[in-house]
């Protein structure tokens, strides 16, 4: 049976301190989590040593929400895989479409930071999805395809145990739009079968896919009812404890 994966990504929002008094706050909302339920927390770069101090050994666990494709070197600005090691970072958040639409991060750049970062040890999310223009245009299956087997390329049987994806329909993020539980349950369908094709069926089936895309504390319920969807990624709602606990312990 596949676990939930809840994750709230913090983007570039709080300083240190309001982070640490956040998760504080965080941390007696939610804890009581159900067992087949895991939590992760992204917050800002600056944040992840405060943050992670004050959720080691709770039922909290910390992400990252970039990472760069190389050891070490002459690249600044960047954060490595041993500094997110050092701090207790155990997921990471890639190819999120702010780093693809903005930054210009390329499926083959976005492959290089997923395949190192499971060489490292770490838990990669690899986030895919469609802009509204590919899905009014119904490219939806096609862009997501292409975004999978290019971002899975060198990917093992054994690492994908380690891997999670996101779908997160670009149109849906932030902008207060959210796709129907039905359609996410298609996309999130579609994924699992692209999945069984480029590996197996044992891998598809226990492979967590979250949805990402205005997820609210009013929405969660009726998104997690479907067999497909395996937890959220969420954005704003994760600003605030008491929306963020509530997507926690949906029902």
Same mark, same amino acid.
């Given at each position: 049976?596949?676990?939930? +994966?809840?994750?709230?990504?913090? &983007?570039m929002? *709080? ?5 640490? /008094?956040?998760?504080? @706050? ?10 087949? =339920?895991?939590? *992760? ?9 405060g ?10 666990k910390? $992400?990252?929400?970039?990472?760069? %494709? ?6 600044? #600005? ?9 701090? #207790?970072?155990? !997921?990471v ?9 903005? !930054?210009?991060?390329?499926? @083959?750049?976005?492959?290089? &930071? ?9 838990k ?5 999805g %469609? ?5 009014e245009? @119904? /490219?939806?299956?096609? =862009?997501?395809?292409e975004?999978?087997? &290019?971002? +899975?390329n060198?990917?093992?049987? %054994?690492? *994908?145990?380690? +891997?999670?994806?996101? !779908? @997160?329909?670009?149109w ?21 079968n692209i999945?069984?094709?480029? !590996?197996?069926?044992? =891998?598809?089936e ?6 990402? #895309?205005s997820? /609210?504390?009013?929405?969660?319920? $009726? +998104? *997690?009812?479907k ?6 990624? =969420?954005? $704003?709602?994760?600003? /605030? ?6 997507i926690?312990?949906f029902?």
């Amino acid at each position: 049976m596949r676990k939930y +994966l809840i994750a709230g990504n913090w &983007k570039m929002n *709080m300083t240190t301190t309001e982070a640490k /008094k956040f998760a504080k @706050e965080l941390l007696n909302s939610i804890k009581n989590v159900k067992d087949n =339920v895991t939590v *992760m927390i992204a917050p800002p770069f600056t944040a992840l040593d405060g943050v992670g101090s004050l959720i080691k050994g709770s039922v909290i666990k910390l $992400g990252a929400q970039n990472i760069n %494709e190389n050891q070490d070197g002459a690249y600044t #600005g960047e954060i490595s895989a041993d500094m997110l090691l050092d701090l #207790g970072v155990e !997921y990471v958040i890639i190819g999120h479409s702010e780093r693809r639409h903005i !930054y210009g991060e390329t499926n @083959e750049l976005i492959n290089k &930071k997923v395949l190192f970062t499971l060489k490292k040890g770490l838990k990669p999310v690899l986030c895919v999805g %469609e802009l509204l223009a590919e899905r009014e245009a @119904e /490219k939806t299956n096609d =862009v997501i395809k292409e975004q999978l087997i &290019k971002g +899975l390329n060198g990917v093992t049987d %054994e690492q *994908m145990n380690s +891997l999670v994806i996101a !779908y @997160e329909p670009v149109w849906a993020i932030g902008t207060g739009k959210v796709a129907t539980p039905e359609q996410a349950e298609e996309v999130h369908l579609f994924i699992r079968n692209i999945i069984k094709e480029l !590996y197996n069926k044992n =891998v598809s089936e226990n492979i967590i896919i979250q949805y990402g #895309g205005s997820v /609210k504390a009013d929405n969660i319920d $009726g +998104l *997690m009812k479907k067999d497909n969807l395996d937890g959220a990624l =969420v954005g $704003g709602a994760s600003l /605030k404890a008491d929306s963020f606990s509530r997507i926690v312990n949906f029902s």
